[in-house]
């Protein structure tokens, strides 16, 4: 089991050892002397360190993101909790706005530090930018691209935040403010492209900021106050997110995905760990059939169609993109790859905004686009299967466990039937996760308690 730590231990942890994030391999030790990884104390200022500096962000950032993944998952219909834990239980039958909830306060302090290390990535690549050195046009690129990354899985999953510079509180910046973290990750998104020279990562960015663009879209629906209407994005939102789809597409049409890998030498995959190996999560209902008869924690790979149960609404047939993702993720235990961003779904934005701004005929373009690359066959209007039925069930599949299922179930009005009627997810739609105890108990800001002759902010 992962060792919980504490928001001061494992800020300083990553100030003492910023490693190269993926593909570490040939190095004795992490710690080792002789290895040109490691970056100790103020050393992670000076130019020749700009590349340890962006990949210790995306170390950061991997951290955060799988016990992020986790929590949010085990809210959808995705995962259920087939484990001891309790407060897993509590997550999965909808009661997401629990401060005591200890995933949720451990996703909270593990998506902190992944925040103010980016930020840090950022300021310092900055400098050194401004100073006229060379060879931090791509360092610095990364470090935006994990950082507008960062931005939009808070605003995504979180109610409202903090944004403390390590052991220096800062007040929480309000539900109504979360919104705005999305147009700062466009910003950084945007600085990016203007240093990047590669296709790759033009190609990364350009698809981040659709990303970001169409959440921001989603939040404008769910977000601090919940409108959703007819589930699909507004006009302006829609049709800004298609225009960087569009342009990503242009870059690369291809097939492609752009994941985070997980490696033995680096941090350890909550989420992989606890649906592969500790068995606390299985795949939800909705898409396979659990092993001893649906009782089981694995799915039943021998049952028909290798355990998946999710048809493809146009074929009929079992959709095995679901097994394509899964088979790969189960076989590699805890160092499963989980992918982020994709061709397939820029063409689901485009979808998307063909249903709300057109033209019409766009919307199966774009929709069999991603089916033509797993051999399904096109939908059409004679299908009996409506535009918004396709695109959720494309959505569901494509999608998987990308962090987009609780909104698409929040914004067509879907629901697990796992969540008790009383629940937050059942009775407050939109509802998502609150800043927790560990945040709250360390913050003067918060912590109605906190003793009246102890300084707050930056005098403490």
Known sequence: MKRLESRGARFGAMLLVLWLGVGVVGCNSLLDVENPNNVVGDDIRVPTAAQAVANGALYEVQAGYTYTLMVYSQVTDET???????????????????????????????????RWMTDEAIEILEEHLANGESNIDGPLAEAYLWGAFTRVVIADVFNDFTFSDMRVPSPPIGPSNMGGLYDTAIQFLTSGLALSTTTEMQRN???????????????????????????????????????????????????????????????????????????????GDKYIMAEDGGTGKR?????????????????????????????????????????ILSAAEMHLILAENALVNGPTGDFATHINAARAWAGLPDWTTGSGVSEVDMLLHERSVELFVQ???????????????????????ATAPGTFFPITIAE???????????PADVPCGNGG
């Open 80 to 114: 259920h909790w087939c484990g001891s834990r309790d407060a897993f239980e509590e997550l999965d039958f909808g009661w997401v706005d629990r401060h005591l909830n200890e995933f949720t306060d451990q996703a909270y302090k593990d998506i902190a530090p992944a």
């Open 299 to 339: 799915r039943d790979r021998d049952y028909a169609n290798r355990g998946i149960v999710l048809m493809d609404p146009v074929s009929g047939n079992a959709d095995m993109r679901l097994d394509a993702f899964m088979t790969p993720f189960e076989d590699a235990i805890e160092y499963g790859d989980l992918p």
């Open 440 to 450: 709250i108990e360390a913050n003067c800001y918060l912590n109605p308690d906190w």
């Open 403 to 425: 962090m987009r299922r609780l909104h698409d179930m929040y914004r067509f009005g879907i629901e697990s039937d796992r969540w008790q009627p009383e629940s937050h997810a």
């Open 205 to 283: 960015l350009t698809a981040m900021r659709a990303r970001a663009r169409h959440a921001q879209g989603v939040w404008n629906l769910i977000g601090d106050t919940f409108n959703p209407g007819t589930g699909l994005l507004g006009a302006a939102d829609a049709a800004a997110a298609a225009t960087d789809a569009t342009a990503a597409l242009a870059l690369d049409n291809s097939d492609w995905e752009l994941v985070l890998q997980y490696i033995p030498a680096g941090t350890y995959p909550d989420f992989q760990g606890d649906v592969n190996s500790r068995l606390e999560h299985r795949w």
